[in-house]
């Protein structure tokens, strides 16, 4: 998996390519801490090249979320390619992330 985060303010557009497994969780984690500390509260994750996710991905969208709630931030999930989009319907999860069709839509909605 390959991030590239782009901060504004408090709001940092993450962008992942790759996969999104249990072997990436810890590096996109330290990268997301690194954006807090940098005073980011705010996320959206640019999901449009992300081949797959596993469940310890999706337990870290949640911790995002959870870690960003507690900061008075937000996370939007923009652009889902197909897969991201199937395994966030067949676990419910759709319904616990708002979810925008293109990066720009979710930072608007954050302003």
Known sequence: M???IEKFDELAVVQ????FTLDTADRFRREV???MEAKARDFVL???????M??????TLLWLQDQSAQRLGQVRLAELS???ATILRMTRLDKRFDTHDDVDSAVRSLR
Request: hydrophobic letters at 35%; a negative charge.
């Open 2 to 4: 390959k991030t590239t």
């Open 33 to 35: 801490i690194e954006q």
């Open 54 to 59: 596993d469940s310890v991905a999706l337990e």
């Open 82 to 84: 197909e897969s991201v």
């Open 46 to 52: 640019d999901l449009k090249q992300v081949e797959f």
């Open 16 to 19: 992942i390519e790759g996969e």
